[in-house]
């Protein structure tokens, strides 16, 4: 039986860099961001870098989504679906119960400052926060113990992280996982070009240089409510 993996993020994290890592084993298949499309149909949000292309390339519906990219049939053990949690919007949770969750957070402060990079004045909506607690919450009321993993720790020591994790998801560490080649994958999304450079360049785990970057004044307010979701998350690292 395969098993499952979906990756819950917010943006400008390093959920690119995990998609790569496990792209890298020799037993697992990853999946880019399958519900991108049925959010922007869904909310109508239209500022994002190729709207038109995420929407000629993805399903629509989640129903859609769910038999064509979520449960649909895998030839590998290992299926490693990458989204983001603001893409849940108005999504009836109760699917992810046979899935393997992950949550990967990141200091708000550098996220926030990341995103605006791209998008000039994100909200609570789009960096999706609020909503990974929201999910997050959905399943421990469940009964389930969420995996929460925070971008810097992962950075720290992903040797000893990915380790953990794997362990934690019930499958071996690969080495494998720490290092890819330069440039794109096959599996990326039609959005890639611009969001994904970073990666591109990197051949494996690194801090980057936009870590550095200074919060604009006007997302203040933001940063400070996204703090209380951090947090929150926090609690389960």
């Known amino acids: 039986?395969?098993?499952?993996?979906?990756?819950?993020?917010?943006?400008?994290?390093?959920?690119?860099?995990?998609?790569?890592s496990f792209?890298?084993?020799?037993?697992?298949?990853?999946?880019?961001?399958?519900?991108?499309?049925?959010?922007?149909?869904?909310?109508?949000?239209?500022?994002?870098?190729?709207?038109?292309?995420?929407?000629?390339?993805?399903?629509?519906?989640?129903?859609?989504?769910?038999?064509?990219?979520?449960f649909n049939e895998v030839d590998r053990d290992i299926y490693f679906i990458k989204g983001m949690a603001h893409h849940y919007q108005d999504v009836a949770l109760g699917f992810l119960e046979d899935l393997v969750n992950v949550f990967l957070i990141r200091d708000p402060y550098q996220l926030i400052a990341s995103f605006a990079q791209v998008i000039d004045n994100p909200t609570m909506k789009d960096i999706g926060l609020k909503r990974e607690w929201e999910i997050c919450k959905y399943l421990i009321d469940q009964g389930k113990e969420p995996i929460v993993i925070d971008s810097n720790d992962t950075l720290?020591?992903?040797?000893?992280k990915l380790t953990r994790l794997c362990?934690?998801?019930g499958i071996p560490f690969d080495k494998d996982m720490l290092s890819w080649d330069k440039g794109p994958i096959e599996?990326?999304?039609?959005?890639?070009?611009?969001?994904?450079?970073?990666?591109?360049?990197?051949?494996?785990?690194?801090?980057?240089?936009?870590?550095?970057?200074?919060?604009p004044h006007?997302?203040?307010?933001?940063?400070?409510?996204?703090?209380?979701y951090y947090n929150l998350l926090s609690n389960y690292k």
């Not at 720290?156 to 000893?160: A, E, F, I």
Request: with cysteine; proline share 4%.
């Open 167 to 169: 362990k934690r998801i």
């Open 23 to 70: 792209a890298n084993r020799s037993d697992t298949e990853v999946i880019d961001e399958p519900m991108y499309a049925y959010y922007l149909n869904h909310t109508g949000v239209n500022y994002h870098p190729a709207t038109e292309e995420i929407l000629s390339a993805l399903p629509h519906s989640m129903e859609e989504v769910k038999r064509e990219c979520i």
């Open 218 to 228: 006007k997302l203040e307010d933001l940063y400070q409510e996204s703090l209380d």
């Open 1 to 20: 039986m395969t098993t499952r993996i979906n990756l819950i993020s917010g943006p400008r994290n390093i959920s690119t860099a995990l998609m790569y």
């Open 187 to 215: 599996q990326d999304g039609v959005w890639a070009e611009h969001w994904y450079k970073n990666v591109w360049a990197s051949t494996g785990f690194q801090k980057q240089k936009s870590s550095n970057r200074v919060l």
């Open 156 to 160: 720290s020591d992903p040797k000893q």
